[in-house]
Nanobody
Framework: QVQLVESGGGLVQAGGSLSLSCAAS????????MGWFRQAPGKEREFVAA???????VHADSVKGRFTISRDSAKNTAALQMNVLKPEDTAVYYC?????????????????WGQGTQVTVSS
């Protein structure tokens, strides 16, 4: 059974930092794309960042320069370093994985999903 488990969420003040982790089990994603999405209350789930099999990375414009996605293929994990957090970053953050190696910013392109971790940024 494939599982993606996120950790590292919490409450932080505006301007602060958090680091999210995603641990995968049940299969290796070393040569597959992984991504992070987020969903705020009353809004659609939106793309945050993705990393391809060759470590090519894409970040949403709203987080570019503040968030950084990374992966450790040997440990079958992905991470999202979030700096200079803003109240509008408040959301449930989801880790996702594709069955292909190339990046996509579309939710429908990701087959595996974690349960999510809450990030709350206070002003």
């Amino acid at each position: 059974q494939v599982q993606l488990v996120e950790s590292g969420g919490g409450l932080v003040q505006a301007g602060g930092s958090l680091s999210l982790s995603c641990a995968a089990s049940g299969r290796t994603f070393a040569n597959k794309a992984m991504g992070w999405f987020r969903q705020a209350p009353g809004k659609e789930r939106e793309f945050v960042a993705a990393i391809a099999w060759n470590d090519y990375r894409v970040h949403a414009d709203s987080v570019k320069g503040r968030f950084t996605i990374s992966r450790d293929s040997a440990k079958n994990t992905a991470a999202l370093q979030m700096n200079v957090l803003k109240p509008e970053d408040t959301a449930v953050y989801y880790c996702a994985a594709r069955t292909f190696g190339d990046i996509s910013t579309m939710r429908s392109a990701y087959y595996y999903w974690g349960q999510g971790t809450q990030v709350t940024v206070s002003s």
